[in-house]
């Protein structure tokens, strides 16, 4: 039982920086209908910079996550005016060929920066918050952190999306680009802002992931990356709740997976499981199911 | 030349498309035989034609059938380990080498073919990016199993156990696939001549797929899927033939690959490996069979060049942008009508269009 409920535990800490993952790639998909393949190496690059400002400036963790988001949004908002803007009527596949570049891109870049050899991201969330049943089942500060920040996110996210203009205008956008844009929502804006959001979540999810698998190298960010992206189609892509569905419930089927079954086959059953969803339900489990029109 | 210039316009393609070809071989060949190609490109010459039969059998999903694939790979993994266990445990019971790569490529066809059908029935109730992303996941499933796998031989037979390395061997029995290490001391039986072969096998598979009966239904799937089935175009049927010959293309591909290289392990054949066939794919134009062996020769030996090693550390980066900035120049909507209205009247820039 002890055993059950560390791996629900551990489960959910590692589903909710995949539920934060999967907000970026769903956000970006709902609006720009493009899987952005490049959002697991903005992971990568939001780590690096919060390590450099931890480990080589020692400024306070929290100004490093602060730097680490702000870079990110940045080179989020860059990304998609330099690659994805002019590509807005092109085929989706040139989209995805584009945003794979921009990966590539990334990686060798951060190659060249900072070295391929792998750094050791300080621990700055250690010690146990709570210890239940006379100190049998621990729950880390670690897990704690990830799970407040999953829940913050998502609730101001969907205050956003609810209530605010902008929000409401990224609504807009992703049932119907014309009818937004004629109706005076400035389209190309609000494709940025989503860009800047999700990519300020990706650094935040870097410095998380970062504080459960602390080796960083540049290809860290693709498996994550990968992961986030499953749970988000998991979730039924182009839904808010569904991502966090989806992280979590990724996250505590990877856990199960690897300590009841084989850690080997962690990966595959993860993603037998996403093939087994899809074909039960084909749009996720939260996704809507567009009917054809002829 | 007269005849060439009457001939009809595919036809005359898929023709010069055999010829260029035959004519590389024809130029290599000799050059290879003669030792005068630098040994980067000399070891290059068979992962050349199998990356080139990748494209061509993704260019069937991706081009003809018009689905996005993100595992091809696996199939490329799937036909690399079957024709390599194949080749070592076939080893004294064909002792051609030539007899035995043949029989290795066909069993990596089998497999990937049998593999192909498995995944296409999930495939075929889904569409787009769901789609797409069942490939990717059966990418990584094929690539943990084969991670797991461990065969061993003896005078029995083939032996094999799942997880743990606990395979009996009888008498003078020896491990194949040692799981996450691979297959080692491959004997090197691929040739250029076969790599060759395996590029015209499948141009002829191919190009006889889509000019026939079978291939204008899988194309009219593609160009509209509702019209298509209600003049009744049996989707399930065709979709599937499309994605099961595309992975048996891709396991003999795999084969040649396997058996000219010292070491496989199933971490080569990952998720950035199918990427990268994509990449060739999109770069050479979807559909078009030439695009493709010409986008995928040029991009396999690119980073071996003289001129791309000077750049050193830098290269990777010069291809991340030379894609990045191929993409941009060939879709973005201004560049798209100058070079449009160059083009006019040669049709070229309407065909093979997916959605």
Known sequence: MVIFLS??????????????????????????KMLNFAHGDVIMVGAYVCFFAVANYSLPPLVGVLLAMVVCTVLGIVIERLAYKPLRQAPSLAVLITAIGVSYFLQNGAQLLWGSNNKMFPVFLNGDALSLMDGELRVSVATVVNVVACVAIMLVLSWFTGKTKMGKAMRACSEDKGAAQLMGINVDTTISMTFAIGSALAAVAGVLYMSSYPILVPTTGSMPGIKAFTAAVFGGIGSIPGALLGGLLLGVIEIFAGGYISTQLQNAIVFAVLIVVLLVKPSGLLGKQIREKV | MKKLRNMNPAVRTNFLTYAAVLLAFAILQPMSMAGKLSPTLQGQLVPVCAYVVMALSLNLTVGVLGELSLGHAGFMSVGAFSGAVAASALQNAIPSAWLRLTVAMLI???????????????????????LAIVTLAFGQIIKSIVENLYVGVDGKGLHMSFLQPTVKLGEG????????MGIPNISKISTFLAGFVLIMVTLAVIFNLVNSRSGRAIMALRDNRIAAESVGINVTKYKMMAFVISAALAGAAGALFALGQNTIVASKFDFNTSILILVYVVLGGQGK????????????????????????????????????????????????????????GKDEAKKGGVK
């Open chain 2, 173 to 180: 029995g020896r491990m194949i696939l040692n799981g996450p």
């Open chain 2, 108 to 130: 990596g066809a089998l497999f990937a073919g049998m593999v192909g059908t498995l995944i296409s029935v999930p495939v075929l109730r889904l569409n787009g990016d769901y």
């Open chain 1, 7 to 32: 791996r629900l535990i551990n489960g959910i800490s590692l589903g909710s920086v995949y539920a934060i993952i999967a907000l970026g790639y769903t956000m970006v998909y709902g609006i720009a």
């Open chain 2, 289 to 344: 069979m030439w695009g493709s062996i010409l986008a995928a020769s040029f991009l396999t030996i690119l980073p071996e060049t003289a001129m791309m090693r000077d750049l050193r550390d830098y290269r990777m980066l010069a291809y991340a942008i030379v894609l990045i900035l191929v993409m941009l120049a060939t879709n973005s909507p201004v560049l798209k009508n100058f070079f449009g209205k160059l083009l006019r």
